[in-house]
């Protein structure tokens, strides 16, 4: 069967203390019982996932949803830079305003960390990454939090999660 996610990204290039607030936020989730808190295989992206618990299900707004029978059920966490996105249908410049997905655009430079800017193929105006509207939605971020199979959350999880990182968050959806 095919796998879903839910990644909750900050809108920061680069995040502050990215490591401390990794864990800060695990802790946080540890303490409400959202998930187990020993190491296990239970993510596709690498093999230290925190598998879900008992009270996703508070959180949840389909706990009967939840995959608490699935292998692939845990919480992974990205400390470095990464792109969290599925294939995007649009991808608007914030300075000409046109769509550029089906020119030679690139993320590469800003994955790589030799710029935080992408270059329009279009206007060639740069831009700072999380400025272009990229839809679906993408995240861009050295720090994510990605949900493997969980079902929707609800909005007050949603709002507190992004208290605790204190700043704007992107969530994207993802079906491998
Ligand atoms: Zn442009």
């Known amino acids: 069967m095919s796998d879903n996610s839910i990644c909750i990204v900050p809108k920061l290039s680069g995040y502050p203390n990215n490591k401390t607030k990794s864990n800060e936020i695990l802790n946080w989730l540890l303490s409400r019982d959202i998930v187990k808190p020993n190491v296990s295989d239970c993510v596709l992206g690498s093999e230290n996932g ?21 292998i692939t059920n845990g919480l992974e966490i990205t400390i470095g830079r990464a792109i969290f996105a599925g294939p995007p249908d649009e991808i608007i410049c914030p300075a000409c305003k046109e769509n550029i997905v089906e020119d030679e655009w690139n993320v590469s430079d800003w994955a790589e960390y030799r710029s935080d800017n992408m ?19 993408w995240g861009f971020s050295d720090l994510g939090f990605t949900f493997w199979n969980w079902s929707e959350f609800t909005a007050e999880f949603i709002q507190e999660f992004k208290n605790k990182l204190g700043c704007e968050i992107t969530i994207v959806y993802c079906h491998l």
Do not use: H, N
């Open 50 to 70: 925190y598998a879900i618990s008992e009270g996703a299900k508070i959180v949840s707004v389909f706990p009967g949803d939840l995959p608490y029978r699935l």
């Open 119 to 137: 270059l329009c193929p279009k206007c060639k105006q740069e831009s700072e990454i999380s400025t272009y509207i990229f839809a679906p939605e």
